[in-house]
């Protein structure tokens, strides 16, 4: 079992194994469930979105356009966590 701490700003942080445990990153949101008794239950929230929202996430000023077989690569590890 974790034990948590509140801060004077009613805010907890969860540890580093948690939040692998949850499979979420920076900037990933969770969601959490009031339970009976008190309790709560967290899970990462699904990912909303469009594809068309990635596009153009690659590329950065002056860089040279990116492969397709580059693009599944950066993909490939995206989805395993790897970055």
């Known amino acids: 079992m974790t034990t948590l701490t509140v801060t004077a700003k009613g805010q907890i942080t ?3 194994d948690l939040l692998q445990h949850l499979g979420v ?3 990933a949101k969770l969601e959490l469930h009031k339970l009976p008794n008190g309790a709560i239950e ?3 929230a699904p990912v909303k979105g469009k594809i068309a929202d ?3 996430i690659l590329k950065k000023d002056g860089q040279r356009p ?3 077989e580059e693009m599944n ?3 490939a590890k995206g989805w395993a966590g790897e970055l």
């Open 14 to 16: 969860l540890r580093k």
């Open 25 to 27: 990153h920076p900037g």
């Open 42 to 44: 967290v899970r990462a």
């Open 54 to 56: 990635f596009f153009g």
């Open 66 to 68: 990116v492969s397709i």
């Open 73 to 75: 690569e950066v993909i």
